[in-house]
């Protein structure tokens, strides 16, 4: 196990640039993979990690980062078969409701799933959502759903809010246990930003069973990855009082990227002790790290000139890489939690959450390339040397009771958040041209080849941010068949901004600005038959004016006040069907988001909150299980988003489309059981066009993907997959801009899978 060890050694000091693990880190753990596998001593089980205990209703919120997968084997409902409706979904609601009651759009991405799908990654696992678009560009890390993105989502970590969107960047999905996500108004939950939605990503913890498994996988690119999972129980005898179970779960990866010269190298290592202290008291020790270092990252490929109509790249340049030739991203994450639950009675659960995140991120990059004006040249500008360098500390203490209210069955969950989140920018860029190439034979220079460009790092600015959040939510059944679903949230935000340049009337010294927002739901839910119901809520939000807060300036608060607000009307059903073999749910929605910054058209250069945008919809999912060998799951998505009241350059796009907001985003996968050894797989995934300017006078075609996938189950506990991703080599653009980030072309990868 020391080889285990290194490779989650201590990162390199704040003032030194972040390194990747060592080179044989992948040999060491390949190794380790069949040692654990092979010869540790432990008792074989047939359980499964997804078959392990489950929680209670009551225990369902308060332990909303250790709820186990869905059961699949044994289990009637497939990954890509019928929805798992009856899954518990604490992203949705804290008071431990299924997806079934809950009264949103609630989607719960399990392990199961993510592992049919072959989902390698955080962002490959958000496209199972219904709507949702996301794409892993290294400065611009970009999700979109119903129609909003940036700090209009809220996208969380075991319930925790970073307030930062690069920490959205993919992670390998190893270590993590499933995603869940809830569409729409839903700072409620989880505090300023929400409006379109919330997608919350939850780590794998220590479980009440014993277990091993691994992985081992080869890929197009020089792909290697190398996984290993152990859950053990080290101390008592499995009664309760006194037990402690450990979880320990290691990934590494490294490969070649697509793109000219690109190098990746990253690994994910997930640990958790649980403990049984007895009368009613449990505690979980959790830490987490994740090291990432890309060389030469790719930052997207410039356009044809006209810009103008439907766009189009040189398909000489598809993979071609621009950026120096020591170009860098790399970050190293770290997360500490402590859980501690405590069972007071049959009615009344209580949870301490402590949390601590800190998180160093480094770039090196040229970012910008453009085609001269008769595209037979390549303009490389943009140069920019930056560090990020967050830390966040937080307590959360939640509580649940159920209980009476004037004579009718009520449940409750309430709590206070308090956290400190800290974050320092140290930018050095250039606006000029670093130089003309030729399109497809070319040289780059070495970063601090550029002049003006010199190593080291000089602050900008800190940015700390202070919230005090106090919530509540009830669920009140009216009737036998009817539920009110309430929820209210207050929170205050203090920003604090310190100016470490020179001081100067356009940026002083220090600066703060506070915030209040107050946020809710009402809500209700009508079983109108076994298995099927209707809801309608009404929901509000709040986010930042310009942006992150944890990232805004000094010119982005000093004139903004107030936090823009957010309003949603849903209504919406979830249903079974033909005897149980089908599953649906369905959501229309109307979303509106007030008080967006827009240009004052009589002073250009300041900002009003006035603007505001607004989108329509309807997303579908269902599952099937026509057969008991034949899955088939899939859903669709059609959004109608416009800018009401905004104004850009002087101009008013009052009715255009919002950049990278596609009208429809659909999926499907189905999966075949061919004899008790063989599974194949498909998945289809439809992105519609979409436009690449706020005017909409740029436009990138629709694109649909298919994804191809056979296993066999060589022996019990053994299975090979092998994947074909892109079949048809789509040239497709996951966004643009000024330039075109586009996906990935055709892959194929082979993985070993052991499980004991």
């Known amino acids: 196990m020391s080889s285990l060890i290194s490779v989650a050694a201590p990162p390199a000091p704040a003032r030194t640039a972040l390194r990747a693990p060592h080179g044989a880190a992948f040999s060491a753990l390949r190794v380790a993979v069949w040692m654990a596998l092979g010869t540790l001593p432990f008792a074989a089980s047939a359980q499964s990690p997804s078959q392990s205990h489950s929680a209670s209703s009551l225990d369902a919120p308060a332990r909303e980062a250790e709820l186990p997968a869905v059961t699949v084997q044994g289990s009637a409902e497939r990954p890509n078969g019928t929805l798992n409706l009856g899954a518990p979904a604490a992203t949705g609601s804290r008071l431990g409701l299924t997806v079934r009651d809950t009264p949103a759009a609630v989607t719960v991405v399990d392990r199961a799933t993510i592992e049919e799908r072959g989902a390698s990654n955080t962002q490959e696992m958000l496209k199972s959502i219904p709507g949702v678009t996301a794409h892993d560009a290294p400065g611009n890390v970009g999700v979109s759903w119903r129609g909003f993105g940036g700090s209009s989502l809220n996208q969380l ?75 053990r129980r080290v101390t008592g005898d499995g009664t309760g009082a006194g037990d402690h179970y450990l979880r320990f779960d290691l990934n590494h990866r490294n490969a070649h990227g697509w793109t000219q010269g690109t190098r990746a190298e990253a690994t994910q290592l997930a640990t958790s002790l649980l403990s049984d202290l007895g009368g009613g008291v449990t505690h979980t020790l959790a830490y987490e790290a994740q090291h990432e270092r890309v060389d030469r990252p790719y930052w997207g490929t410039p356009l044809r000139n006209p810009t103008a109509g439907a766009l189009q790249i040189d398909p000489g340049t598809r993979f071609k890489n621009y950026n120096s030739q020591d170009g860098l991203y790399a970050q190293r994450v770290q997360w500490l939690r402590s859980l501690t639950d405590w069972r007071v009675n049959d009615q009344l659960q209580l949870k301490n959450t402590f949390y601590a995140y800190d998180a160093l991120r480094d770039y090196r990059n040229v970012e910008v390339y453009r085609f001269n004006p008769d595209n037979t040249a390549v303009l490389r500008s943009s140069p920019l040397l930056q560090r990020h360098q967050q830390r966040l500390v937080g ?87 009817l539920h009110l679903v309430s929820a209210l949230r207050h929170e205050r935000i203090d920003l604090d901004l310190t100016n470490r340049r020179e001081v100067t009337a356009a940026n002083p010294a220090e600066f703060s600005r506070g ?71 369905v959501a229309l929605y109307h979303l509106q988001r007030n008080n967006i910054a827009t240009q004052d058209p009589n002073q250009p250069s300041q900002t009003l909150l006035v603007g505001q945008q607004s989108s329509r919809g309807v997303e579908l ?110 040239v497709y653009a996951a966004n643009v801009g000024t330039m075109a980030y586009l996906g990935a072309p055709r892959t194929a990868d082979v993985t070993l899978r052991v499980r004991f």
Do not use: C
């Open 515 to 585: 915030y209040q927002p107050t946020t809710g739901r009402l809500a209700l839910v009508w079983d109108v038959a076994p298995g099927a119901n209707l809801y309608a809520q009404y929901a509000t939000a709040a986010d930042p004016p310009s942006g992150v807060l944890t990232t805004a300036s000094f010119a982005d608060v000093r004139n903004n006040s107030a936090l823009t607000t957010g309003r949603q009307v849903e209504l919406g059903s979830k249903l079974d069907f033909w005897q149980g073999k089908g599953t649906a749910t």
């Open 621 to 730: 999912a269902m599952g099937l299980q026509p057969t008991r060998a034949w899955s088939v799951q899939g859903n669709v998505a059609l959004v109608d988003a416009q800018y009401d009241d905004f104004t850009q350059g002087g101009i008013s796009l009052a009715g255009k489309t919002p950049t990278n907001t596609p009208r429809v985003v659909a999926n499907l996968w189905t999966s075949y059981h061919a004899g008790p050894q063989w599974q194949f797989n498909a998945g289809l995934r439809h992105v519609g066009r979409v436009y690449a300017d706020a005017a909409n006078t740029q436009t990138w075609s629709a694109y649909t993907l298919l994804d191809l996938g056979a296993s066999y189950q060589w022996s019990r506990n053994a299975t090979v997959v092998a994947r074909v991703r892109n079949v048809t080599d789509k």
């Open 157 to 231: 970590f075991n319930g925790i809010n970073v307030q930062y969107g690069i920490a959205a960047r993919p992670v390998d999905s190893w270590i993590y246990d499933r995603v869940e996500a809830i569409g729409g108004a839903s700072s409620f939950l989880y505090g300023a930003g929400g409006v379109g939605g919330t997608i919350n990503i939850i780590t794998k913890l220590a479980e009440r069973s014993d277990f091993s498994e691994g992985q081992l996988r080869l890929g197009s690119h020089a792909t290697k990855e190398a996984s290993i999972g152990i859950n």
């Open 395 to 481: 307590n959360r203490i939640d509580g649940q009771y159920q209980g009476e209210l004037a004579g009718l069955r009520s449940e409750w969950a309430f709590g206070l958040d308090v956290s400190v989140n800290r974050q320092t920018r140290f930018p050095n860029s250039l606006s000029t041209t670093v130089s003309t190439v030729d399109p497809y034979d070319f040289s780059t220079e070495h970063f601090f080849d550029i002049p003006g460009m010199t190593p080291g790092f000089r602050p900008d600015r800190e940015n700390r941010v202070t919230t005090v959040a106090l919530y509540a939510e009830n669920r009140t059944q009216l009737a036998p068949t």
